[in-house]
C-alpha cells in the first residue's frame, strides 16, 4: 500500500518535471537514466516505440544524455509520433517488424537495444530468436518486461485457452482485438504475414525471468543490472522487471 502511494508520489512529481506523455513511466525513466549514465551509450533502437507513448522513452534518452543517433522501430506509426520525432535529426525512422531479419540488418550496428513492454508479444520469431538476432549487433539490451511467475515455466498464453487466457492478461475480452482472437487464432492476419496466434498486438508470453536471464548468458551477455518492481493491482500473474545487459568481450 505504502510503495503504490509512493509510487504516485513519484509519477506526480515525474508529470510535472518530465511532461512528455501522460503515461511516461516512472520506473522505465529510472532504467534509461541508470543505463545512460552508467554506460558508454551514443547510439540506439528502440523497438515497439509507438502505441500510447509515441516514442517519448528514446526521446527522453536523447535530450537527456545528447545521444547520436537514435533508431525508432515499429509496425503501427501514429501521425503524433511521426510529427514528434520530425523534430529531431539525430532519429532515424523504421517502419515495419523488428523481427524481420532484414529490418534487423538495416538498422545494423547499436551501442544498446531497449526492448520496453514488446518482448512478450514476440512468436514468430520468437522473443528468443529476436534477441538472437540483435546480440550480433549490440553491446548493451535494456529491457523493461512483464515477466511471468505464475510457474516457473516459460508458458505460451494462447495455449491455456480462453478462459485461463483472460485470467491472466490485462484485457477485456470484449475488447478488440481480443474480442475475436479466440475464433480464428489459425487464420491468417490481413496485414502482417502471419496467422492470429502470432501477431504481435496481443499478450503471446509469459516469460520466466530466469529463462531471459540465462538465454542472455548464453548469447554472451552478462546481468549487470535488475530490477523488480513487482506486481501490479491489474496483473497479478506477472511482475515487472528492469534489466540492463553487457556484452562479455
Ligand atoms: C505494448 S507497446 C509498448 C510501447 C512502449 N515501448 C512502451 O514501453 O510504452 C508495444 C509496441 O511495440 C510495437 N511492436 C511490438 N512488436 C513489434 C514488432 N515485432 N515489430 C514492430 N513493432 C512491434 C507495437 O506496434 C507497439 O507500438
Redesign the pocket.
Known amino acids: 500500500m505504502i510503495e503504490r502511494l509512493n509510487a504516485q508520489i513519484n509519477q506526480l512529481i515525474l508529470d510535472k518535471e518530465y511532461p512528455f506523455h501522460p503515461?511516461f513511466?516512472i520506473e522505465?525513466k529510472e532504467l534509461l537514466d541508470i543505463a545512460f549514465s552508467n554506460y558508454k551509450i551514443r547510439s540506439i533502437a528502440?523497438?515497439?516505440?509507438?502505441?500510447?507513448?509515441d516514442c517519448s522513452?528514446g526521446i527522453y534518452a536523447l535530450e537527456k544524455f545528447k545521444l547520436q543517433n537514435v533508431k525508432m522501430?515499429?509496425?503501427?506509426w501514429t501521425e503524433t509520433a511521426l510529427d514528434r520525432v520530425s523534430k529531431y535529426p539525430e532519429i532515424e525512422v523504421f517502419k515495419?517488424?523488428?523481427?524481420?531479419s532484414g529490418?534487423v540488418k538495416n538498422i545494423g550496428q547499436i551501442d544498446a537495444v531497449?526492448?520496453?513492454?514488446?518482448l512478450l508479444?514476440?512468436v514468430a520469431p520468437d522473443w528468443t530468436r529476436?534477441l538472437e538476432m540483435y546480440a550480433q549487433y549490440t553491446d548493451y539490451f535494456i529491457i523493461?518486461n512483464q515477466d511471468w511467475i505464475k510457474s516457473n515455466i516459460t508458458t505460451r498464453l494462447l495455449d491455456l485457452g480462453r478462459e485461463e487466457y483472460f485470467t491472466n492478461v490485462p484485457h477485456n475480452p470484449n475488447e478488440p482485438p481480443y474480442n475475436t482472437l479466440f475464433d480464428h487464432l489459425y487464420e491468417k492476419h490481413p496485414i502482417h504475414n502471419k496467422i492470429w496466434r502470432d501477431v504481435?498486438?496481443v499478450w503471446q508470453w509469459g516469460i520466466v525471468s530466469d529463462d531471459l536471464i540465462s538465454l542472455m548468458k548464453k548469447l554472451g551477455f552478462r546481468l549487470e543490472y535488475f530490477f523488480n518492481h513487482g506486481e501490479l493491482s491489474y496483473l497479478t500473474s506477472f511482475e515487472e522487471h528492469s534489466y540492463i545487459f553487457k556484452k562479455i568481450k
Not at 528502440?46 to 507513448?53: K, M, Q
Not at 522501430?73 to 503501427?76: A, G, I, K, L, M
Open positions: 503515461r513511466r522505465k528502440e523497438l515497439g516505440c509507438v502505441w500510447g507513448i522513452y522501430v515499429d509496425t503501427h515495419g517488424d523488428f523481427s524481420d529490418m531497449l526492448l520496453f513492454d514488446v508479444h514476440q529476436v523493461f504481435h498486438h
